[in-house]
């Protein structure tokens, strides 16, 4: 079974095995390293999320130790992580932040395949 959170729009995404769905808890998060990059992991009700583990507010490798939760964006309840140093929320599917438009993390697109958690760096 495969389910894609963030669709592909790439005709060659180039996609890393990162870990076991069952290995993830859910509403907290994991660190991994990709590539040389530090990315955190999400498992949430709508799927595996995946963003930058280092808050853009202090460059500090903290994300997947944020509180996930969610906030209403446009009408719309959003799945969010936040800071665990100042506490900004960001969205786990745009990246934003949603106090101050300045600060983003980078989202990665995720899938799953045969139980193992994707994820691809190209975003």
């Known amino acids: 079974m495969t389910q894609t959170l963030i ?10 095995r ?9 509403g907290f998060g ?19 999320h995946a963003v930058g583990h280092v808050d853009p507010a202090t460059g500090a490798g903290v994300i997947a130790r944020g509180i ?7 009408g719309a309840d959003r799945p969010t992580v936040a800071s665990p140093l100042h506490k900004q929320v960001y ?3 745009t990246g934003r932040c949603v106090g101050d438009p300045a600060l983003a993390l980078p ?8 139980g193992w958690v994707e994820v691809s760096l190209a975003a």
């Open 30 to 48: 994991e660190a991994a390293l990709v590539d040389g990059r530090q990315v955190a992991l999400f498992l949430l009700e709508d799927g595996v």
């Open 107 to 114: 989202v990665h697109p995720t899938r799953l395949v045969d």
């Open 18 to 26: 990162i870990c076991r769905v069952a290995d993830l808890e859910p």
């Open 91 to 93: 969205d786990l599917t």
């Open 68 to 74: 996930t939760g969610s906030t209403r964006v446009d």
């Open 7 to 16: 669709p592909d729009t790439a005709d060659a995404v180039d996609w890393r």
